[in-house]
Structures are given as structure tokens and as C-alpha cells.
Nanobody, 123 residues
Framework: QVQPVESGGGSVQAGGSLRLSCRVSGVRFWSACLGWFRQAPGKEREGVASIDKNDGSRYVESVTGRFTISKDNAKDILYLQMNSLKPEDTAMYYC?????????????????WGQGTQVTVSS
């Protein structure tokens, strides 16, 4: 059974950093599409970053240059390094995974989702 489990959320002041982790069990991790999403109160869920099997990555414009997605294929862990955090980054962050070709991961309809980890950025 594929089960992503996030960790690493918390509260930080604006300008600070956090690193989210997501362990994904039950999937050929190295060949999967992997992504981070977030949902703020009263807003729709949005894609934040994705990474494909060739380590190709894409980001939503609002986090480009501040966030970095990466993965450790040996440990089956997906990361999201978040720097220069802003209050508008406050949201529940979700990890998602899917099988298939492992390419074209931005905007993908992910099948497997974690429970989320809260990130709160204060001004």
C-alpha cells in the first residue's frame, strides 16, 4: 500500500526556513512522480513543486527561488526546503505520489496523498 507521511512543519517567523520531509512507502520511489501541494484556509489547493524520475523539477511562480524540492532514492524520502518564508506561505502542506511514467509530473493527477503538515509563518 502506498502511503506518504509528511513531517517537518511548524511555526516560524517571516524570513525563516523549514524543511519538510515525506517518506513514501509501497512505491517504486525512484520512478514515481512526486509533488508538494498546499492549501490555505479558504483557498483551493495549489501545486507547490514537483519532481520527476530524472530529477526534473518545477515550481509555482510564488515560491521559485525560495523553495527547493529534492529526493533521496535510497531512503524513499521527498524533501521541500523552504527559505525566506513569507506569511502567505502559511498553509497545510501535502506530499503526493503517483506511479506511471515518472515524467510530466507538474499538474499531474496524483493518486496517493499524505495527511499533511502545517506550516505557519508569522510576520
Amino acid at each position: 500500500q502506498v502511503q506518504p507521511v509528511e513531517s517537518g512543519g511548524g511555526s516560524v517567523q517571516a524570513g525563516g526556513s523549514l524543511r519538510l520531509s515525506c517518506r513514501v512507502s509501497g512505491v517504486r520511489f525512484w520512478s514515481a512522480c512526486l509533488g508538494w501541494f498546499r492549501q490555505a484556509p479558504g483557498k483551493e489547493r495549489e501545486g507547490v513543486a514537483s519532481i520527476d524520475k530524472n530529477d526534473g523539477s518545477r515550481y509555482v511562480e510564488s515560491v521559485t527561488g525560495r523553495f527547493t524540492i529534492s529526493k533521496d532514492n535510497a531512503k524513499d524520502i521527498l524533501y521541500l526546503q523552504m527559505n525566506s518564508l513569507k506569511p502567505e506561505d502559511t498553509a497545510m502542506y501535502y506530499c503526493a505520489a503517483d506511479l506511471g511514467s515518472g515524467l510530466g509530473c507538474w499538474g499531474y493527477q496524483y493518486t496517493y496523498w499524505g495527511q499533511g503538515t502545517q506550516v505557519t509563518v508569522s510576520s
